[in-house]
């Protein structure tokens, strides 16, 4: 009958053990946060014992309820019919509380769960916002510092993935991960920078703007207003050419014209010219006595290009000349 007993209470007791839980069985949180597991049986126990990494922090008794709960270790009861739950609470979690977890009652099976106490660094883009050119390639580096455990980084362009060159190196417990991104600028752009770690529900990042510049706009531009600029001073050339040559001309013709008046008024003036004798006499032998002697007579020598004065005088621009002969 004892032996009988003996068996029924065993049987009992590795029931209840099976149907002990502790939640979650892995849980991830940041350093300084709140570390949270429930410890639940279909029925109340008359003890529970919660333990972090072997250390007994909160023994909980069906009668009286927590015995020794503290600023950093407490429990709360969310106990329901057939539902007979306690939330051991760790507060303000540091690197040494990674480990194990367990929850144990009065003769049933320890159930552990595994914490694990992570390290948020910070992340940096270096360089910020770049302006490129069209077409160009261009390179973004994230820098992520001071993360545990070593942290997933990746690269969003305008929302969509992309993948980079990643390295990681450990600095005492912490890691330092640099990734980069290359890119070619096609149109203006978002780049993000995401950095990762099991303790964040959403990645951490840092966000710059990629502004593309139109190279072909630019030149465009640029070509327009040299051959404008060339343009107007070409035609302003030819304007003062045209002007200089015009007055030239106008003026070389008005002397030209004057020239040739005077010539013609000087020639109006002029008596009819002798026959050019080159230096040569002309022995023009006037008998008729002009001087008003009887055997005598007057030669007149005509010299070359001068003009013959009506009295016989000669001009020749100097002086005027008279010859006279005695036969």
Request: with cysteine; hydrophobic share 35%.
């Amino acid at each position: 009958m004892d032996v009988f007993r003996l068996g029924l209470f065993l049987l009992m007791t590795m029931v209840v053990s099976a149907q002990v839980q502790l939640q979650p069985p892995n849980a991830a949180v940041l350093s300084g946060s709140k570390a949270r597991f429930n410890c639940s049986t279909p029925q109340p126990q008359s003890v529970m014992n919660l333990l972090v990494n072997g250390l007994l922090v909160i023994t909980i008794l069906e009668a009286t309820g927590v015995l020794n709960s503290t600023d950093r270790f407490s429990a709360t009861n969310f106990t329901t019919p057939g539902d007979y739950k306690w939330e051991l609470v760790i507060n303000n979690v540091r690197r040494d509380d990674a480990g194990e977890i367990t929850c144990q009652v009065l003769g049933g099976v320890a159930q552990t769960a595994t914490l694990s106490v992570q390290e948020r660094g910070s992340v940096e883009i270096v360089g910020g916002n770049q302006t490129k050119t069209e077409g160009t390639q261009t390179e973004f580096l994230c820098k992520a510092v001071g993360w545990f455990p070593e942290p997933n980084v990746s690269w969003s362009v305008n929302g969509e993935a992309n993948s980079c060159n990643s390295s990681s190196v450990a600095q005492g417990n912490q890691f330092n991960s640099n990734c980069t991104l290359t890119v070619t600028a096609i149109k203006n752009s978002s780049v993000q920078c995401l950095v990762k770690i099991p303790a964040l529900s959403t990645p951490d990042g840092r966000t710059v703007f990629l502004t593309v510049e139109k190279l072909a706009k630019r030149d465009q531009t640029v070509l327009i207003a040299v051959t404008v600029a060339f343009s107007a001073a070409a035609l302003l050339f030819l304007i003062i050419y045209g002007i200089f040559f015009f007055c030239k001309r106008r003026k070389k013709k008005s002397g030209y014209q004057e020239e040739i008046r005077r010539a013609r008024i000087q020639s109006q003036n002029r008596t009819p010219a002798t026959e050019n004798v080159q230096g040569r006499d002309n022995q023009g032998y006037n008998r008729d006595g002009h001087d008003g002697r009887t055997n005598g007579g007057v030669w007149y020598t005509n010299h070359s290009n001068k003009l013959q004065m009506p009295d016989g005088f000669f001009d020749d621009g100097h002086r005027n000349h008279r010859h006279m002969t005695i036969v």
